[in-house]
């Protein structure tokens, strides 16, 4: 199975520049790339200042930061930034017309071996891949947010995906120091639809008044050890990403457990979309 040298992510945003981090500190040479340059830098600058924490916190020497950053490029040109990519891992929003297109000007541009990767958290792998000549060489590579810390990633295999590129996947996973699932290409796949209900209950919870939003995170973190508790996740996620998924999986699957509750569209039309914008179920420093 061919090792994975260079690796290019598209969308400099909070999973791309995460993405793109992790990979550069597993020693391949990785291309960003955005829409603009302001984007890019914006993403570089991201990754400096979590590099900088992760010296404050004795997690890597000051060495390694400038190793990583080394390995990191800025690529402007998507055309440029695929050429000669072995692994193209796509980080933008949750829109299935984007993504597409995007997916069109990578197969364009990009070596016919390349594995091209979704980090979709809820789209449908078969649809993005429809818009390429190489179905079969088209995954999800759902990563979770932050990228750095979060060991999971979520391996999606398509109607067309091959055995070898799910492998491939898998050990580009692995390369970058996750831990892989495979899953096959259903709404919301596995980590989305369990996590998604968890979070859309603890809402109506909240609007029911059953208790406040960090009690009823604190019944998950101290009675069920999760590392989290589901409103403050939300808050990082961003409401309105939750919103976006929420609506995708309830038009669907149906039924009651993904439809979005009044809390969070309130939320979102009043901009409370969590830490990004100082506020959601939490208060926030901007």
């Given amino acids: ?9 598209i969308g400099a945003g909070t999973m791309g520049h995460g993405i793109a981090q992790v990979a550069a500190a597993a020693g391949i040479e990785v291309l960003l790339h955005d829409v603009s340059a302001e984007m890019i830098e914006r993403g570089l600058g991201n990754v400096h200042a979590s590099l900088a924490r992760a010296i404050e916190k004795g ?14 490029h800025a690529a402007p040109d998507l055309a440029q930034a695929v050429a000669q990519a072995d692994v193209v891992i796509e980080a933008v ?21 390349a594995l091209l990767a979704s980090n979709t958290s809820s789209l449908s792998i078969s649809r993005i891949a429809e818009a390429t000549r190489r179905a079969e060489r088209v995954v999800g590579l759902h990563f979770f947010n932050p990228v750095p810390v979060m060991a999971l990633v979520e391996v999606v295999r398509g109607a067309r995906t091959s055995d070898e590129a799910t492998a491939r996947a898998v050990a580009c996973a692995t390369a970058l120091g996750k831990e892989a699932i495979v899953v ?36 998950m973190t101290l009675g069920y050890r999760h590392p989290m508790g589901p409103l403050r996740l939300t808050d990082l996620v ?4 939750r919103l976006a998924i929420a609506e995708h999986l309830h038009r669907e699957l149906g039924g009651d457990a993904f439809r979005p509750p009044d809390i969070l569209r309130r939320f979102v039309a009043e901009g409370r979309l969590g830490r990004k914008s100082g506020r959601g179920f939490y208060e926030w420093e901007t």
């Fill in 184 to 219: 096959r290409d259903f709404p919301g796949f596995a980590s989305s639809r369990l996590g998604l209900v968890l979070g859309l209950e603890a809402m109506r919870m909240l609007e029911q008044g059953v208790a406040s939003a960090e009690d009823i995170d604190k019944a």
């Fill in 1 to 9: 199975m061919s090792e994975v040298k260079r690796l290019t992510v």
């Fill in 93 to 113: 929003p949750e829109s299935l017309e984007l993504k597409q297109r995007i997916f069109r000007e990578i197969d364009a541009a990009s070596p016919d071996e």
């Fill in 59 to 72: 997690r890597i020497t000051p060495a390694q930061k400038l190793a990583v950053l080394q390995r990191l």
């Fill in 238 to 241: 961003g409401l309105d990403v």
